[in-house]
């Protein structure tokens, strides 16, 4: 089992800056990949970024390369996302996951949703114009 907590969400205006963090519990060695979704209301659950755990290689989805960052401190079993230069459409529930299996099935994109075993609570991250 893996528990994932999920923190540091908030409001702040287009431009800005927040910094997630995800804090991983339990068996967390058998987790290949460590990714941040995000989930507008109505839309679908996007990855944002991923990680391999082991050697910190990192994929990102179009719409934040360049912006966000996600990075990992494997000694605290601690996922970081960095997001800089915040947009509205940013605003989303953002979920720390774990997978037990690479971060991507081909081309560099993130995995989908139902690939990811192991979920955060989610932390609300609403950006004003």
């Known amino acids: 089992q893996v528990q994932l907590v999920d923190s540091g969400g908030g409001s702040v205006q287009a431009g800005g800056s927040l910094r997630l963090s995800c804090a991983a519990s339990?068996?967390?060695?058998?987790?290949?990949?460590m990714a941040w979704f995000r989930q507008a209301p109505g839309k679908e659950r996007e990855g944002v970024a991923a990680?391999?755990?082991?050697?910190?290689?990192?994929l990102y989805h179009d719409s934040v390369k360049g912006r966000f960052t996600i990075s990992q401190d494997n000694a605290q079993n601690t996922v970081y996302l960095q997001m800089n230069s915040l947009k509205p459409e940013d605003t989303a529930v953002y979920y720390c996951?774990?997978?037990?299996?690479?971060?991507?099935?081909?081309?560099?994109?993130?995995?989908?949703?139902?690939?990811?075993?192991?979920w955060g609570q989610g932390t609300q991250v609403t950006v004003s114009s």
């Open positions: 990680i391999l755990r082991a050697n910190n290689y990192t």
């Open positions: 996951a774990a997978a037990a299996t690479s971060c991507s099935r081909y081309s560099g994109i993130i995995r989908p949703a139902a690939d990811f075993d192991y």
């Open positions: 339990g068996n967390i060695y058998s987790r290949i990949c």
